[in-house]
């Protein structure tokens, strides 16, 4: 028995058929190593079939194929390949014929390849698929998450055949249940024994059993071993402990099987009255919803590159990450166990009503069930997934019809985890969206017979840009009205949780309506954090908030931007940003990990942090002309790095739970601005740009609680470059993030100095992406080049072998940077 990865030696092009291929008309192979996106060095054009949902990338369709050799020693063995993710419509193909197919893009999937080998030789491995106008945003396409390659005997531990349950914890202990699914493939009856044996975070023995059992041919048996942990290391995300399970399946004294599992023990219960609680704990939920891509990489999901987000969005003050929209990477999942951060795993996006021309509501039918299966067959041993959603702002929530496929989801997923709360993620305003359209053309309609349509005198296209500016109040209030309450009762009221997008208005309406109902706000405004978190605080049935979003990424291009009047005054919010606009631009984090000033607001919003944060509005724009979106945060960076704009007024922000803050610039007092008079833990000024420094000093009662500074970078202009690790493994697949900056003799990035900067890495190394956070940059993420972005380039780099990864750093006016990483 054997379960090995399967990422390196393949080769990727673009997909032909046999019949263009026989005209010549093959792209050559090109060799890649797994996980790999297909889209992600691909040119983005303005006429790109998605446009802005899919940051302006193409189409595409494309084939893998790799060379496998297959000892005669794994003749009548049982041999099955795992895919973690392949984006879209797989189908897998050994030695020509077609071995196994899976039209989601976002589920794990096994296909047993042995009936198609050639035992003894050399086989080929070929697998299809593509990506096309079949998204709201980027989705990247390929095998992008990795395979593994299982091997095993006829008697053996069924593939995803141990789960293990925290049955009770008790003052003293535990009590865990590891249900093992054996299967016999063999021709003969089989008596084997089960052997299980639990390691302690410590890597002590903490519990064990061993099980007879006996099998006729072609049967499988389920083993039931139910064990005490003594003082049991809970799981929490203070504490994120982890214990190992192995289970060994022995034939006549040999070992014929083995399978090793982490998990943690934690218990998971919630109500309206006490809300979540995590082993006994009440926790209200600090949420990011986090699309799967990881910016420069593309859709590509490794531990490495997971572990580092993961981390990061931990130390701002998140607790929990809802997988949006789309169940989670195993990868993502690890991360999450290791470093403690609950998960919310969402199956899909849509059901039956497509929200994309080609998307998978076609296949949702015949898949979805065999999706949801994959979905907690994936998450079941990962004590970090608390929750299951069974959806994001689907239409049909809104129907009897809908209520009816809610229940069956709902219901199929308790069948099969009784162990997870069910939630899903539904919008009032898209529930209803049948009479949202019709209202608002009946008001169109009624402009125009009055001759007062948009555009008479507030220039083209103000009515919709002015709708969207107002979304967030519109959302609120159909959310809350009657209309809505009655469409979706059903659909909610199968739900162990309610998950509410854009739906805080029901929060209180809720808590005498429906007393049972506990609500989690599923999406929300970035800007609404302080408000919607006193809610959260407030009330025990609503147990926790999930901002739209965490982490930048990749489509839904400009959804988070801010606009400027031009001359003409008109400078309305818009959405979608046309060319080359590339990322939403709506993260507490950019695509490349840096944090945005709305984190550290969230940060304050939460309790957490007591240190006032300063935030000034580019020199280079006014933002008296500003029109941002509902999904943005204001044009601002936490920089005093405005040289060549003195005496300009900027304006200044300061995020503070205070009663009021004090500017000092260059030990001058600029004043005192009451907090929460525009907004609730912001204090506002306008303040002549002047080098040096500028601190804030927040107040309650009179008495400094608090104060930051934010300090004008020297003249000089050198390269500064930080790895976020130490050492490298040398297997081609863990990543090296590279900080770069521009910064002065002390460290302090320069804002306004931008330039190329060139990456070149040598030894045993390789250049995996080079990228910055420019929301609307025309170049690619592949290098070596890059335009530095607020000062900023993030280079990611691997090892292929053992020695050392050498990088050499370079911009015009620049002394070079050199950067080494061992590998082994």
């Given at each position: 028995?054997?379960?090995?990865t399967?990422?390196d030696?393949?080769?990727v092009?673009?997909k032909?058929?046999?019949?263009?291929?026989?005209?010549?008309?093959a792209g050559d192979?090109?060799?890649?190593?797994?996980?790999?996106?297909?889209?992600?060095?691909?040119?983005?054009?303005?006429?790109a079939?998605?446009g802005a949902?899919?940051?302006?990338f193409p189409?595409?369709?494309?084939?893998?194929k790799?060379?496998?050799?297959v000892?005669?020693?794994d003749a009548?063995?049982i041999?099955?390949?795992?895919?973690?993710g392949v984006y879209?419509?797989?189908m897998v193909y050994?030695n020509?014929?077609?071995a196994?197919q899976?039209a989601?893009?976002?589920?794990?999937?096994t296909?047993r390849?042995?009936?198609?080998l050639?035992v003894?030789?050399d086989n080929?491995?070929?697998?299809t698929?593509?990506?096309h106008?079949?998204?709201?945003?980027?989705?990247g396409?390929?095998i992008y998450r990795?395979v593994?390659?299982?091997v095993k005997?006829?008697?053996?531990?069924?593939v995803?055949?141990?789960q293990i349950h925290t049955?009770e914890?008790?003052?003293s202990g535990a009590i865990i249940?590891?249900?093992?699914t054996?299967?016999?493939e063999?021709?003969?009856?089989?008596t084997v024994?089960l052997?299980?044996?639990v390691?302690?975070?410590s890597?002590?023995a903490?519990?064990?059993?061993?099980?007879?059992?006996t099998?006729l041919?072609g049967e499988?048996a389920?083993?039931?071993?139910?064990l005490?942990?003594?003082?049991a290391?809970?799981?929490?995300?203070e504490?994120?402990s982890?214990y190992?399970?192995?289970?060994?399946?022995?034939?006549?004294?040999r070992?014929?099987d083995e399978?090793n599992v982490?998990f943690?023990?934690?218990?998971?219960?919630?109500?309206?009255?006490r809300?979540?609680r995590i082993?006994?704990?009440?926790?209200?939920l600090?949420g990011a919803?986090?699309?799967?891509?990881?910016?420069?990489?593309?859709?590509?999901?490794?531990?490495?590159?997971e572990l580092r987000?993961?981390?990061l969005l931990k130390a701002?003050?998140f607790?929990?990450?809802?997988s949006?929209?789309?169940p989670a990477?195993p990868?993502?999942?690890a991360a999450?166990?290791?470093v403690?951060?609950?998960?919310?795993?969402?199956?899909?996006d849509?059901w039956?009503?497509?929200k994309s021309d080609?998307?998978?509501a076609?296949?949702?039918?015949?898949?979805w069930?065999r999706?949801l299966e994959a979905?907690?067959?994936?998450?079941i041993?990962?004590?970090?997934?608390i929750?299951?959603?069974i959806?994001n702002e689907?239409?049909?929530?809104?129907?009897?019809t809908?209520g009816?496929?809610s229940?069956?989801l709902?219901?199929?997923?308790r069948?099969l985890?009784s162990?997870?709360p069910v939630?899903?993620?539904?919008?009032?305003?898209?529930?209803?969206l049948?009479?949202?359209?019709a209202?608002m053309?009946?008001?169109?309609a009624a402009q125009?017979a009055?001759?007062?349509?948009?555009?008479?005198g507030?220039?083209?296209g103000?009515?919709v840009?002015?709708?969207?500016t107002?979304v967030g109040?519109?959302?609120n209030?159909?959310a809350?009205?009657?209309?809505v309450?009655l469409?979706?009762?059903?659909s909610?009221?199968?739900?162990?949780?309610a998950?509410?997008n854009?739906?805080d208005?029901?929060y209180?309406?809720d808590k005498?309506?429906?007393?049972?109902?506990?609500i989690?706000?599923?999406?929300?405004?970035?800007s609404?954090i302080?408000?919607i978190?006193?809610?959260?605080e407030q009330h025990d049935?609503?147990i926790?908030?999930?901002?739209?979003?965490g982490?930048?990424?990749?489509?839904?291009?400009?959804?988070?931007?801010?606009?400027y009047?031009?001359?003409d005054g008109?400078?309305?919010?818009?959405v979608?940003?046309?060319?080359?606009?590339?990322?939403?631009?709506?993260?507490?984090?950019?695509?490349?990990?840096?944090?945005?000033?709305?984190?550290?607001y969230r940060?304050?919003?939460f309790?957490?942090?007591?240190e006032?944060?300063?935030?000034?509005?580019r020199?280079d724009?006014?933002h008296?002309a500003?029109?941002p979106t509902?999904?943005?945060w204001?044009d601002?960076v936490?920089?005093?790095s405005?040289?060549g704009?003195e005496?300009?007024q900027?304006?200044i922000?300061?995020?503070a739970d205070?009663d009021?803050?004090?500017?000092i610039?260059?030990g001058?007092?600029r004043?005192?601005?009451?907090v929460?008079?525009t907004?609730?833990?912001r204090?506002?000024?306008?303040?002549a740009?002047e080098s040096?420094e500028?601190?804030?000093?927040?107040y309650v009662?009179?008495?400094?609680?608090g104060r930051s500074?934010?300090?004008t970078?020297?003249?000089e202009?050198?390269?500064s470059a930080?790895?976020?690790?130490?050492?490298?493994?040398?297997?081609?697949e863990s990543?090296a993030?590279?900080e770069i900056?521009l910064?002065?003799?002390?460290?302090?990035v320069?804002?306004g100095r931008d330039r190329e900067?060139v990456v070149?890495v040598g030894?045993?190394g390789?250049?995996v992406?080079?990228?910055?956070a420019?929301?609307?940059?025309?170049?690619?993420?592949?290098?070596?080049c890059?335009?530095s972005f607020?000062?900023?380039?993030?280079?990611?780099?691997?090892a292929?072998?053992a020695g050392?990864?050498?990088l050499t750093?370079?911009?015009?006016?620049c002394e070079p940077?050199?950067?080494?990483?061992?590998?082994?």
């Amino acid at each position: 028995m054997s379960t090995n990865t399967l990422n390196d030696g393949w080769a990727v092009r673009p997909k032909v058929s046999a019949f263009a291929e026989l005209g010549g008309g093959a792209g050559d192979w090109t060799p890649v190593q797994l996980p790999h996106d297909a889209l992600i060095s691909a040119a983005r054009t303005p006429e790109a079939p998605g446009g802005a949902a899919t940051g302006y990338f193409p189409s595409g369709a494309f084939e893998y194929k790799r060379s496998l050799q297959v000892p005669v020693d794994d003749a009548g063995k049982i041999i099955v390949l795992e895919f973690g993710g392949v984006y879209r419509d797989a189908m897998v193909y050994v030695n020509g014929a077609l071995a196994g197919q899976h039209a989601f893009g976002y589920s794990r999937f096994t296909v047993r390849i042995d009936p198609y080998l050639n035992v003894g030789g050399d086989n080929e491995v070929r697998v299809t698929c593509r990506a096309h106008q079949d998204s709201r945003w980027y989705t990247g396409a390929g095998i992008y998450r990795a395979v593994k390659l299982i091997v095993k005997e006829p008697i053996h531990i069924a593939v995803d055949g141990i789960q293990i349950h925290t049955r009770e914890i008790s003052d003293s202990g535990a009590i865990i249940e590891v249900v093992s699914t054996v299967v016999n493939e063999g021709r003969a009856t089989a008596t084997v024994a089960l052997d299980t044996a639990v390691t302690a975070p410590s890597g002590f023995a903490a519990a064990g059993d061993r099980t007879p059992v006996t099998m006729l041919p072609g049967e499988s048996a389920t083993v039931r071993h139910r064990l005490t942990v003594d003082e049991a290391e809970l799981w929490n995300v203070e504490s994120p402990s982890l214990y190992g399970c192995a289970v060994r399946l022995l034939h006549h004294d040999r070992v014929v099987d083995e399978e090793n599992v982490d998990f943690g023990v934690r218990e998971i219960s919630v109500d309206s009255r006490r809300g979540l609680r995590i082993n006994g704990e009440v926790v209200k939920l600090r949420g990011a919803s986090v699309h799967s891509d990881n910016g420069p990489l593309g859709a590509v999901s490794v531990e490495s590159a997971e572990l580092r987000r993961v981390r990061l969005l931990k130390a701002a003050g998140f607790n929990a990450i809802r997988s949006s929209h789309n169940p989670a990477s195993p990868a993502l999942l690890a991360a999450c166990d290791r470093v403690g951060m609950f998960v919310v795993d969402e199956a899909f996006d849509m059901w039956t009503s497509s929200k994309s021309d080609y998307d998978y509501a076609s296949d949702f039918a015949q898949w979805w069930e065999r999706d949801l299966e994959a979905l907690v067959a994936k998450n079941i041993n990962h004590p970090s997934v608390i929750m299951h959603s069974i959806g994001n702002e689907i239409p049909e929530t809104g129907t009897p019809t809908g209520g009816v496929w809610s229940r069956r989801l709902a219901e199929k997923l308790r069948t099969l985890d009784s162990s997870r709360p069910v939630t899903n993620g539904i919008n009032g305003f898209v529930s209803s969206l049948d009479v949202v359209i019709a209202g608002m053309q009946a008001a169109q309609a009624a402009q125009v017979a009055s001759g007062t349509e948009a555009g008479a005198g507030a220039g083209a296209g103000a009515g919709v840009n002015g709708m969207m500016t107002d979304v967030g109040d519109m959302m609120n209030q159909i959310a809350a009205s009657d209309m809505v309450t009655l469409r979706t009762e059903e659909s909610f009221s199968v739900l162990d949780v309610a998950g509410m997008n854009y739906g805080d208005a029901r929060y209180m309406l809720d808590k005498t309506r429906f007393p049972n109902r506990v609500i989690l706000g599923t999406e929300s405004f970035p800007s609404q954090i302080a408000r919607i978190w006193s809610l959260v605080e407030q009330h025990d049935h609503v147990i926790g908030d999930f901002t739209w979003t965490g982490w930048d990424y990749l489509g839904e291009a400009g959804l988070g931007s801010v606009s400027y009047a031009g001359p003409d005054g008109i400078g309305a919010a818009a959405v979608a940003q046309p060319f080359p606009w590339l990322t939403a631009w709506c993260g507490d984090f950019d695509v490349t990990g840096q944090r945005r000033p709305a984190s550290f607001y969230r940060e304050i919003a939460f309790g957490i942090r007591t240190e006032p944060y300063i935030a000034v509005w580019r020199a280079d724009k006014e933002h008296r002309a500003a029109s941002p979106t509902p999904w943005a945060w204001s044009d601002v960076v936490g920089s005093w790095s405005w040289v060549g704009h003195e005496g300009k007024q900027l304006a200044i922000e300061v995020y503070a739970d205070a009663d009021e803050v004090e500017l000092i610039l260059n030990g001058t007092s600029r004043g005192r601005a009451i907090v929460g008079e525009t907004m609730p833990l912001r204090a506002d000024f306008d303040l002549a740009f002047e080098s040096g420094e500028l601190i804030a000093v927040a107040y309650v009662d009179g008495r400094e609680i608090g104060r930051s500074s934010i300090i004008t970078p020297g003249s000089e202009l050198q390269l500064s470059a930080v790895a976020d690790r130490a050492e490298l493994d040398a297997d081609g697949e863990s990543l090296a993030f590279v900080e770069i900056a521009l910064t002065d003799a002390s460290g302090r990035v320069h804002l306004g100095r931008d330039r190329e900067v060139v990456v070149t890495v040598g030894g045993a190394g390789r250049l995996v992406a080079l990228g910055s956070a420019d929301p609307s940059s025309i170049e690619g993420f592949a290098g070596p080049c890059r335009t530095s972005f607020d000062g900023r380039v993030l280079a990611v780099v691997c090892a292929g072998e053992a020695g050392t990864v050498e990088l050499t750093i370079e911009a015009t006016g620049c002394e070079p940077q050199r950067v080494a990483i061992p590998a082994s």
